[in-house]
């Protein structure tokens, strides 16, 4: 099937935007549009506008933006394709013709659900029947009321092996198989797939009876407690969330969406009042289910079982969803009570406790860090360096290098702080007084006093390496946080290595306790206040010296990282010239946002640095002016 650019336009010329959104969204005219409180999030003041002359609406408050084919997919939720057929029919167009493959498997499909209608009707009555008043005592006591029943279809499937061959002989034997209703075994019998279970109709997005869970009453050793219809020509439970079809609408409402671990879970939430649930079925989230989940909100909350396998679940879940992180798309996490599922939850403690718990969903990068910091003891050096390789690959999974440079700088943060605490003051016990006053900092040898003094002493106009340098040496508590990126910058910038060596060397001597970090009785003054830098500022707060200084060191030790991969995939271009090709595209692209990045910091430092030293400092430059315009100047020394 081919839908040409053409035939779209002349659908959309066809069709007035405003009479499809119309309704289910009040329109009021606003000149040659016409204005709405938006249907996508929660507003108060109109900020969606439709345009039919231009044939697209926009959302000047949450960017929802799109023309009659997306309204139809996003608002209805319907497939491109069931979009297409819908408006045609309106426009009176024929659609175009599928090649034959494609229209046999729509015809089988279109049968097939013929089947599973049929079943979820039988289920229906079976569960008003006197054969399934076991089944509704179940459900009654788990606390569903008669109007959850009719809303969710639930039903009944009598012990029966072959009960449906009966009820729906009108259907060809293979077509109760395709659709998942019937099993086939290897000898050729043929019996029921669901018997003896409280059933539960499992839809698409259009609200279409496309597979069932069933769940078994009582215990019966051997039989899975829940069974779910297998794949078929109607069914992927890859790419199906049960109760899409009822959440989808809710969730362009609240803004919100829950994940939940069963379809159980699901009805209870709804019946308590949180009809934007959905919940995978019987697998993991796939990468699918991720997309579908973002087409309806930036960030999903997962809100899985507070047991071990509900946050594996959720952990298998997360590292599912790190490669497709973008901008403005995350998950939320949600930790229940130990061993309390959602249905649990709100039948014991109410409603309030499940709404308490989705009004403050832990991020994903801290549920990152809890798990990983949980998962074993952390006693030894070697433990400790086992929970940073851990947390490095989680971020080596982000395929987006922006959030990957994020949460590789958050969780490098957290590291350090956890694995190198600031350690108290040296103390020396004096003549008996049992009092502990401060030693002075130990003696620093000739080389590293050489090295920094030609650092701190080198002029007024220090280098941009060199200003993060004398920055930690002003601030000397935060050398530990990144001794691993400052060793990676040595290694790829010799020129620079003395004086980080040096730095890293003294950085359990220097005195963080007084106004200098090196005492000028050692011959070392403290680096000269300079107002362009905020760790080199008088009154900076620790937290914002320590901001600024995490933003410098990344810029610095990621540009000669790109540089050396660059050189090394340039040398290999004989033996792959293809590979090496493409990987000096992305490495080159990563050094064009790194030099944007490098100018942006020296434009933003520069400004208010020429507006607190006057015009005629303004005027002479500034080595923020030389980086906005070389960046490599970033990486040299004075």
Known sequence: MTITPQWKDELRARISLSGVIGRTTKLTKAGREWKACCPFHSENTPSFYVNDDKGFYHCFGCEAHGDVISWMIEQRGLSFMDAIRELAA???????????????????????????SAAQDWFVERLASEEGR????????????SATLREFGFGYAPDDRQALARVLSRFDEDMLVDSGMRIRTDDGAVYDRFRGRVMLPIRDARGRVIAFGGRILGQREGIAKYLNSPDTPLFDKGRTLYNLDRAAPAARQSGRVIVVEGYMDVVALAQAGFPDAV????????????????????????CFDGDAAGQKAAMRAISRALPLLKPARTLGIV?????????????????????????????????????ERAAQPLASPEAKAGLKARLMTHVEAIADPDIRALYRRELLDRFSAFAFPPRPPRTARTGGSGRFPAAAPAPLSPGAREALRGLVNGGARHSFLAAVMAGFVRHPTEIARHV???????????????????LIELSETLDSRGQSAISASQGIPAPPVDNRYAFLREGTTPDEAREELAEAVALLVERPALEAALAATIARFESDPEGSFAEQVRLREQLTTVDERLKAFGRRKAAPAAQGRGPAAAAGGSDETALAEDPSAAGEMD
Request: no cysteine; glycine share 4%.
């Open 279 to 302: 919940a995978p079925l019987g697998t993991a989230l796939t990468e699918t289910q991720l997309e579908m989940l973002w087409r309806m909100v930036e960030r999903p909350i997962l």
């Open 335 to 371: 930790h229940l009570p130990a061993g309390l599922d959602p249905d649990d939850l709100v039948r014991q403690r109410g409603p309030q406790a499940m709404e308490a718990l989705l009004a403050e969903p832990a991020s994903l990068l801290d549920t990152l860090w809890e798990h």
């Open 90 to 116: 309106e426009a009176g167009m024929e659609v175009p013709a599928p090649d034959p493959v494609a229209a046999k498997k729509a015809e089988k499909r279109a049968t097939l659900i013929d089947v599973t």
């Open 484 to 502: 691993e990126a400052l060793s990676r910058l040595a290694r790829h910038d010799p020129k620079a290595a003395p004086a980080i060596e040096s």
């Open 134 to 145: 076991a089944a509704l005592d179940y459900l009654k006591a788990r606390g569903f009321t």
